[in-house]
Structures are given as C-alpha cells and as structure tokens.
C-alpha cells in the first residue's frame, strides 16, 4: 500500500500524468516497478539501449554530455515528478545522455512494453 501512494503521489507530480483521473492513474500504477539507487549510480549512458523509462519518486538525477574536449556537461538536474529515458524509447535510438543519480534516488520504471501501453 506504502509503494502505491508513494507511485501515485509521482505519477500525480509529474507533468506527463499530472491531468490524468485516480481511476487512470491506478490503471498505470501496476505497469511501474520501484527501484532505488545510491547516488553515484548510473542509470542510464550514452548509446545505452533504451529499455527502461524512469520516473523519478525522490531525489535527484543528473543528465550529462562530455563535450569534444572529455569533460562533463550537465544539462539538466531532475527531481521527483520528472520523466527520464522516454526520448530513446520514442525515437528509437540509444541513449542520447547519461543519467546519473546526484543523490540518494528512488525511480519508478517502466519497462519498454509497458511505457508503450501508456502512450
């Protein structure tokens, strides 16, 4: 019961699902899996498959680039609510940037299958 309101409250938080009834909402609930991470963790790198699309439910994640010269390039910081991984698995192409979690992390993931199923 804990895990379903944690991944509601996410799910709400979320600009993707945020318009979305209760009765939606627990209808996508099953399709996610809970993971947590230490930060440090690497969820996601470049030209990595794209098998997975993360919901963040706590903490943050960093999204990084090196640049021509091999130093990092953060581009953006995420937090709870944010939706990480979904452009690999729409256009179908690797993983355009690392994903790194910044802090301990707590994501929601959907498998490739089930992300589809949503949209």
């Not at 409250?9 to 318009?19: N, Y």
């Not at 919901?55 to 021509?68: C, M, N």
């Amino acid at each position: 019961m804990a895990m379903t309101n944690r991944l509601l409250e996410a799910l709400r938080a979320s600009m993707v699902f945020k318009g979305l009834s209760d009765q939606d909402l627990q209808t996508i609930a099953p399709l996610l899996k809970e993971e947590s991470y230490p930060a440090g963790t690497v969820l996601m790198d470049i030209d990595a498959p794209a098998d997975k699309v993360f919901l963040i439910g706590k903490g943050k994640v960093k999204i990084s680039r090196p640049t021509a010269y091999g130093e990092e390039t953060t581009l953006n910081i995420l937090e709870a609510g944010n939706i990480v991984g979904e452009l690999g698995v729409v256009d179908d192409q690797g993983r355009s940037a690392r994903a790194t979690c910044s802090e301990p992390t707590t994501v929601f993931v959907f498998s490739i299958k089930s992300f589809e199923e949503v949209l």
